[in-house]
Each structure stands twice: as structure tokens, then as C-alpha cells.
């Protein structure tokens, strides 16, 4: 319509509810996210994430929170929060300062908006000294998903994310083939499982796989399990853990 501003050019606000999220990232690299030139720019300097929707429903990449702790450099293993502005001041959920447990665990309480508590997630000291600390997320109802080294699960997994994930994607492809490109994911990969099924089904129990805070997909039978929410607050924490150098 004549006279009407670029979604661009208004509010630096998030535009994508967290509830419909199925791709994110909280260290995006410029265009080859599918981030306009002008968006990116408008971000500079801020934490964002940026996030789609199942595949078709959205083409670019759209805001959908904003971190109020850095997300890349240093190591770091405290609290933050997710915001739908870069003022800081609406909150979407939080992670508190982790508790330390004898074993050298840390746990972390994830609340909503309102200070509610949605689940736990827990940093789990390496059992092995090929890989370095995997990740678990417990929810009120019960449910528990274990992120782990994508080399330390079964091959099934493996089998079931090439089935599952578009390998004609750009940022999947890099993914898949365990590698970036320039400006590419970095960091290890993490495959999101539910072990409560012990069947032979690996694509019933693979919600999400991620690279640090890169990038993050969440599977078909991801949302039927995994709170979003919970979702962001796990890929962030495991993008902090990590050293992460600014592009």
C-alpha cells in the first residue's frame, strides 16, 4: 500500500511468537541467514535471535527474541534471559544462576514470563575424555531430553536426521556434512534426544539437533515434546559453554 513504512523500518521489536518457531539462531552471520541487509544492521551490537517457521509458512529469517547476556566470546555459565525487545523489559523465559552439584553438574531452572517455573536443564560433567559436557532437559510433566555429542549417539540418530532434515537446505547442508562454510555453524554438534523409548524407532525419538547458538532446528515430533521455550534456553546455554569468537 502506498505510504506504508517497511516492516524494516518500524519498531525493533520481535515479529515471530516463540510458540511457532522451528529453525533458530542467536549467532546469526548476515545474509546467509536470510536476514535483509537492513535488519542486520539495525542489530548490530544487540543479542538477537532469529528464528523460522515450519518450512514454507516464512521465507526470511524473523526476529523472535532478544538475549540480555553475550551469547558469543568468553566462556560463561550464568543466568539470562529472552526479551521481545532489546530494551530488556518483556520477558519470554529466563534461566537462573545455576546450582552446582557434587559431580561438578550445574542446574539450571528455566522460568516463563510470569516467574513460573518450565523445566530444569542441567550441564553434565563428560563421562568420557573424547567428549566434553553433554546437556538435560527435565519438564514439570516428567518428560527428559538428553543433548548429546552427535558422534556419541546411535547410529540410528544419524540415519534419522538425514530422513529428517531437508539436506537442500544451505545451513542443513553445512550441518550434515559436519562442517561449515565461511561464516558457517560452528562448534559440535548436539543431537536432542528422548530416551524414554528404547525402541528401534530413532525418528519418534529425535526432536532437535543444534551447532552451539549457530543454529538449531527442531524436528517434526520435536513440538509434541519439546517446549520452544525450553528449546532457545538449551542451544543458548550450550553456545555460552563454549568459547565462541565474535565474526
Request: contains cysteine; glycine residues 10%.
Amino acid at each position: 500500500m502506498f505510504g506504508k513504512k517497511k516492516q524494516d523500518e518500524g519498531p525493533l521489536t520481535a515479529t515471530l511468537d516463540w510458540r511457532d518457531i522451528r529453525r533458530f539462531t542467536a549467532a546469526p552471520f548476515g545474509a546467509s541467514y536470510g536476514i535483509s541487509p537492513d535488519m542486520y544492521h539495525r542489530c548490530a551490537g544487540l543479542n538477537s535471535v532469529w528464528a523460522k517457521t515450519p518450512k514454507g509458512h516464512t521465507l526470511k529469517w524473523a526476529l523472535v527474541a532478544f538475549v540480555d547476556q553475550e551469547v558469543e566470546g568468553e566462556k560463561a555459565d550464568g543466568a539470562f534471559g529472552l526479551f521481545t525487545d532489546p530494551e530488556h523489559l518483556r520477558p519470554i523465559c529466563r534461566l537462573l544462576e545455576p546450582d552446582a552439584g557434587k559431580d561438578g553438574s550445574l542446574v539450571y531452572t528455566a522460568t516463563d514470563d510470569q516467574g513460573r517455573t518450565i523445566g530444569t536443564l542441567t550441564k553434565v560433567p563428560p563421562s568420557h575424555r573424547l567428549f566434553k559436557h553433554t546437556w538435560r532437559i527435565d519438564t514439570p510433566a516428567g518428560q527428559v531430553i538428553h543433548g548429546r555429542n552427535s558422534r556419541a549417539t546411535k547410529q540410528a540418530h544419524h540415519l534419522a536426521a538425514r530422513e529428517i532434515l531437508n539436506p537442500l537446505n544451505q545451513l542443513f547442508g553445512a550441518l550434515e556434512e559436519g562442517t561449515g562454510t565461511d561464516g558457517g555453524p560452528r562448534g559440535r554438534r548436539l543431537f536432542w534426544i528422548d530416551p524414554a523409548d528404547n525402541s528401534k524407532r530413532a525418528h519418534k525419538t529425535f526432536v532437535m539437533q543444534s551447532c552451539s547458538a549457530d543454529f538449531a532446528s527442531v524436528t517434526d515430533q520435536g513440538p509434541a515434546t519439546l517446549d520452544r521455550r525450553l528449546a532457545l534456553l538449551a542451544v543458548i546455554a550450550e553456545g555460552r559453554s563454549l568459547h565462541l569468537a565474535s565474526r
